[in-house]
């Protein structure tokens, strides 16, 4: 069975530092990997994806995660965060044999400091 | 609509009472998902939806749930006899589900509330 792990449930940095969420996944076939970020009050947002190709992806708002597969990881990273990047950060998977379901990671609240 | 709407924002009920969940899907969407969001958890999975049809439950967590999806489009969620433990935040999102394309993304609803007293 898949899972998702984020052993980081508060990440508290201050403005303008850098920032790497971290993400662990365990999965027997290909995946799928994504980065949802939830404002405050506000529904999921995908910040980016990796389904193929070069493992480093790039998302919006300066955000860009590295898919390593010996690792099983899928770590996010900014390398200088603004007071707006305050909000929770799910990592997900699906496998490539269930494009629809996605298994979320239980979240990093990341806060930043002024 | 421009995005996923769902209703009402916020519930407060009593144990024991039933309360139903609303999502309207972007047009033109087929497939459609139920999701809980429980305090200091991540999103679990409940039921998702392609056209009228449900392929996949199995993240129900009890007989008390279920959902129904008629016309393609909006979806009810039911919570039957509802006790304290199903206090959570229940997130709707549907996607294109096209068959044939290795990803679907899936766009959300801002989530119902829901508290049992």
């Known amino acids: 069975a898949q899972s998702v792990t984020q052993l980081d449930s508060q990440v508290p940095v201050f403005e303008e530092a850098p920032v790497e969420l971290r993400c662990n996944y365990s999965s027997s076939v290909s995946v799928y990997l994504f980065w949802y970020v939830q404002y405050p009050n506000q529904g999921l947002q995908l910040l980016l994806k990796y389904l193929s190709g070069s493992t480093l992806v790039k998302g919006i708002n300066g955000f860009e995660a590295e898919f390593n597969k010996s690792q099983t990881s899928f770590h996010l990273r900014k390398p200088s965060v603004h007071i707006s990047d305050t909000a929770e950060y799910f990592c997900a998977v699906n496998d490539s044999t269930s494009y629809d379901k996605v298994i979320f990671g239980p979240g990093t609240s990341l806060s930043v400091i002024p | 609509g421009a995005g996923v709407s769902q209703s009402p924002s916020n519930k407060v009920t009593e144990k024991g009472k039933d309360v139903e969940l609303r999502c309207d899907p972007i047009?033109?969407?087929?497939?459609l998902y139920w999701y809980r969001q429980s305090l200091g958890q991540g999103l679990e999975f409940l039921i998702y939806f392609q056209g009228n049809s449900a392929p996949d439950k199995s993240g129900l967590p009890s007989d008390r749930f279920s959902a129904e999806r008629t016309g393609g489009s909006v979806s009810t969620l039911t919570i039957q006899r509802t006790q304290q433990e199903d206090s959570a935040v229940y997130l709707c999102?549907?996607?294109?589900?096209?068959?044939?394309?290795?990803?679907?993304?899936?766009?959300f609803g801002p989530g119902t509330r829901l508290t049992v007293l």
């Open positions: 999102a549907s996607s294109l589900g096209l068959a044939g394309i290795s990803y679907n993304e899936q766009f």
């Open positions: 047009s033109g969407h087929t497939a």
